[in-house]
């Protein structure tokens, strides 16, 4: 059975071409995708006029190595041997090139990155910091924290061993709400840091400009002439004071103030100070 994430990765997958790739979504795709794209888009006279930008998308999740035609057979088992997938990318009408592709893998802490942290799930979190845990989740850059919080929740406690795994306790809580977990050893304590994958949420859209400056006459982008005005250089005139129609007032639109009643109490006890001095 799939995982959401191996699901959301081939949707997103079909939907992606070479022309709408980005630093992040190039994490969802595999080598022979690579290849694929490139084929379906090896007309385009914008890919074209573009290498540079495109293999740059690319080379930020995939180590490339372009072979020659003098190494090509050689080089080729080599690079099948790690892992590659080689295969050609045609340049233009008259030009083919060889490529020997590889995804980056993600070992280490130092290499999540802002554009890949949302594509691994919680469990390979874990097995990466598992990789390069020592001090716990502290020993951490903050750096790294904020790149690892920006696509997951994560929450730590440290406890005797003995009391971590106690029945109705943060550990099983945690474990029944979905996080994966890694258990740190300090001596006799031991540090519970649990991960959970980050719900995407949609960015809200900015309102740039008010209702009605929208609604105006006005060209787009202008505003009133009013709104231009610098209020500490005004007319020497005077302004009128504002004035209102008490027909205008209603329930709806009025507002009063409200006194707290004291204590009388607390009224007869001041008095007293006063008399007494």
């Given at each position: 059975m799939r995982t959401k994430q191996e699901e959301k990765a081939s949707s997103v997958k079909k939907s992606l071409s070479l022309k709408t790739l980005t630093k992040s979504s190039v994490w969802d795709v595999q080598e022979n995708d690579i290849f694929r794209m490139w084929e379906s888009a090896s007309k385009d006279a914008e890919i074209r006029e573009n290498l540079r930008r495109y293999t740059d998308?690319?080379?930020?999740?995939?180590?490339?190595?372009?072979?020659?035609?003098?190494?090509?057979?050689?080089?080729?088992?080599?690079?099948?041997?790690?892992?590659?997938?080689?295969?050609?990318?045609?340049?233009?009408?008259?030009?083919?090139?060889?490529?020997?592709?590889?995804?980056?893998?993600?070992?280490?802490?130092?290499?999540?990155?802002?554009?890949?942290i949302r594509h691994i799930s919680a469990a390979k979190l874990i097995e990466v910091l598992d990789r390069n845990f020592g001090g716990g989740w502290d020993s951490l850059s903050q750096s790294i924290q904020d790149i690892i919080e920006s696509g997951f929740d994560i929450s730590t406690t440290t406890l005797p061993k003995d009391r971590l795994h106690k029945p109705g306790g943060m550990y099983e809580k945690k474990v029944a709400d979905g996080f994966e977990v890694l258990e740190v050893e300090k001596g006799?304590?031991?540090?519970?840091?649990?991960?959970?994958?980050?719900?995407?949420?949609?960015?809200?859209?900015?309102?740039?400009?008010?209702?009605?400056?929208?609604?105006?006459?006005?060209?787009?982008?202008?505003?009133?002439?009013?709104?231009?005005?610098?209020?500490?250089?005004?007319?020497?005139?005077?302004?009128?004071?504002?004035?209102?129609?008490?027909?205008?007032i209603t329930e709806e639109n009025y507002r009063t103030t409200f006194e707290i009643e004291t204590d009388p109490s607390e009224e007869a006890n001041g008095l007293e100070e006063y008399e007494d001095d």
């Open positions: 998308i690319i080379r930020s999740a995939f180590m490339i190595e372009e072979l020659t035609e003098t190494e090509k057979d050689a080089a080729k088992k080599k690079y099948v041997k790690q892992g590659y997938k080689v295969g050609q990318i045609r340049i233009d009408d008259q030009t083919k090139v060889t490529w020997a592709i590889k995804k980056r893998p993600i070992m280490r802490v130092t290499d999540l990155t802002y554009e890949n006799s304590w031991v540090e519970a840091i649990f991960a959970k994958q980050k719900p995407e949420a949609e960015k809200p859209r900015l309102k740039l400009q008010s209702e009605k400056y929208l609604d105006s006459d006005d060209e787009e982008g202008e505003l009133p002439i009013d709104d231009y005005r610098n209020h500490d250089e005004e007319d020497e005139e005077p302004e009128e004071p504002l004035s209102f129609d008490d027909d205008e």
